[in-house]
């Protein structure tokens, strides 16, 4: 249950035309204490709870771990969130064997576009795309924990 990602700023919508999936998430925080996250996300129809730990020195690798939850229950624990709700349109797009989830968001957090990518390893190779900028990696500016109490707009 080790997530190892990275993640980047994206230098325009050029990602839009290379997509292959399109889902609306919205998402909040039961908890956003640094050494653990709780989220609770509805992507598409489909509700998830998540709980996250506190990142490893390089900010690529923590643990994850995830369930999917009905969408009623989704809608009502999002009511119990801390202040602060995101929403983003996430894009999946294909790049050799790996997939870039293209975060672009809304509201409060309008203009910030994120890119992440899932590895097997924190030096795993892959493909950069013309239109990924830089990388923002272990950054918890942007992590969306704290996207939700001090929003890109406010920056």
Known sequence: MQEIERKFLVTSEAFKNEAHKRTLIVQGFLNTNPE???RIRIQGNDGFITVKGK???SGISR??????????????LLHLCEPGIIEKTRYEISADNHTFEVDDFMGENEGLIVAEIELAS???PFSKPEW?????TGNVKYYNSNLSKNPFKRW
């Open 132 to 136: 990924l900028g830089k990388e923002v």
């Open 36 to 38: 653990r996250t709780v």
């Open 63 to 76: 643990f994850e771990w995830e369930k999917q939850i009905s969408l009623a229950e989704a809608e009502d």
């Open 55 to 57: 990142s490893n020195a």
């Open 122 to 124: 924190e030096n795993e």
